[in-house]
C-alpha cells in the first residue's frame, strides 16, 4: 500500500559526509512527521532527529550541529545530511513516517528497510 525506500548509506571516513534519502510512494492522503531512528550493534534503536509536516525539527544531543533533517512535501521525501561524521554514527538508520493512507483514509506508522551507515577512524 505504502513504501518508504531508503538511499545514500555507506563507507566513510570519520570527518566525512552523507546523505541519506527516504521516498514514500503508494496510496497517500498526506504524512505528518517524518522521523531517523538508528539502530547500532547490540544496541536499541534511538531516535536520531524529527520533523513536522511544517518543517518543525528536533535533534538528539549527539548529532546536533552535524546532522540535519529537511524534507520535501511536493515528492514525499526526507533526507538526512551527515556532517563531521564519527565512527560512533555507525549504525543501520531507518525513516519512519506517520501517513495517511487509503482508502479508506486511516493513520499509520510506516518504516523503511534501513540503510546501513558505517564511519571508520
Known amino acids: 500500500q505504502v513504501q518508504l525506500v531508503e538511499s545514500g548509506g555507506g563507507l566513510v571516513r570519520a570527518g566525512g559526509s552523507l546523505r541519506l534519502s527516504c521516498a514514500a510512494s503508494g496510496s497517500i492522503f498526506s504524512i505528518g512527521a517524518m522521523a531517523w531512528y538508528r539502530q547500532a550493534p547490540g544496541k536499541q534503536r534511538e531516535l536520531v532527529t524529527t520533523?513536522?509536516?511544517?518543517?518543525?525539527?528536533n535533534y538528539a544531543d549527539s548529532v546536533k550541529g552535524r546532522f540535519t533533517i529537511s524534507r520535501d512535501n511536493a515528492s514525499n521525501t526526507v533526507y538526512l545530511q551527515m556532517n563531521s561524521l564519527k565512527p560512533e554514527d555507525t549504525a543501520v538508520y531507518y525513516c519512519?513516517?506517520?501517513?495517511?493512507?487509503?482508502?479508506?483514509?486511516?493513520?499509520?506508522?510506516?518504516w523503511g528497510q534501513g540503510t546501513q551507515v558505517t564511519v571508520s577512524s
Open positions: 520533523i513536522t509536516s511544517g518543517g518543525t525539527t
Open positions: 519512519n513516517a506517520h501517513i495517511v493512507a487509503g482508502p479508506p483514509p486511516r493513520l499509520y506508522d510506516y
